[in-house]
């Protein structure tokens, strides 16, 4: 194959890219915002029932079902390409369940004008980041490590600071480069879905499977901006 020939197929693939990325990123968006409506809604019915309480004091069903939301994370994240369009779909929507039910404490410690007031925020700069994504022509893939690196460090540093430091200036910190990261992230990984869209076959489960995928990614960079939004802003209950 000349050089001629792969560079027009390389921007052959990058045409359909373009022209598919639109119709993409709506299913990614309208899947990401039905899964935090069954989170949102979850968390408000445990935490409104006294559910939360009985879940909480019973450490083993409390890990196991943090053990199973790591679980179903990797498991779509790795086995995407395996799984049946629907199939995946349905762990999305379980997923999204369950981390509604581990969720469900911030109704308990957080005013919930506050919860509302931070929802805004973080949605405010999550649409920001998305579109800077979009938009942005320096490539970002070179960062991915780097970023994924940070949040192996934030989550060392919020156990150091629960279990061994138990400060207060310590935890603001470690939210406020949380903020950073997860908005480094949503830029990151939605540019991610256009080159993946650029590498994809057009068949439309290879489509619908990168939109599921894309929508998994960009749903954990909002709750996680959200929530540390939420440690800095968010008033506690009377």
């Given at each position: ?12 693939k ?13 299913k ?5 915002t ?12 445990v ?7 009985t ?5 083993m ?6 053990i199973a ?19 995946a ?7 999204s ?7 469900a404490?911030?109704f308990?410690?957080f ?7 931070v ?6 700069m999550?649409?920001?980041?998305g579109?800077?994504?979009?938009v942005?022509?320096?490539d ?10 940070g949040?192996i460090g934030?989550?060392?540093?919020s156990l ?24 480094g ?9 256009k080159?993946?869209l650029?590498n ?9 499977k990168?939109?599921?995928l ?6 954990l ?18």
């Amino acid at each position: 194959m000349t050089e001629e020939r792969l560079y027009e197929l390389i921007q052959e693939k990058e045409r359909r890219a373009s022209v598919a990325m639109p119709a993409t990123m709506r299913k990614v968006y309208i899947w990401m915002t039905l899964a935090l409506a069954i989170t949102g809604f979850t968390a408000w019915m445990v935490a409104d029932t006294g559910l939360w309480f009985t879940i909480a004091s019973n450490r083993m069903l409390f890990w196991g079902m943090i053990i199973a939301e790591l679980g179903m994370v990797f498991g779509i994240s790795a086995g995407i390409n395996k799984l049946s369009a629907p199939v995946a779909t349905l762990l999305f929507a379980l997923y999204s369940l369950l981390n509604g039910v581990t969720l469900a404490s911030i109704f308990i410690v957080f005013d919930i004008g506050s919860i509302a007031s931070v929802f805004f925020i973080a949605a405010g700069m999550f649409a920001a980041m998305g579109v800077i994504g979009m938009v942005l022509k320096t490539d970002l893939s070179k960062f991915g490590n780097i970023l994924f690196m940070g949040v192996i460090g934030l989550i060392i540093a919020s156990l150091v600071n629960v279990f061994f430091i138990k400060s207060g200036m310590m935890e603001l910190i470690v939210s406020w480069v949380g903020v950073i990261i997860f908005a480094g992230l949503t830029m990151y990984d939605t540019q991610r879905i256009k080159q993946m869209l650029v590498n994809a076959d057009q068949p439309e489960e290879t489509m619908q499977k990168i939109a599921l995928l894309g929508a998994l990614s960009l749903y954990l960079d909002f709750i996680n901006m959200f929530l540390y939004l939420l440690r800095i802003f968010g008033g506690g209950r009377d």
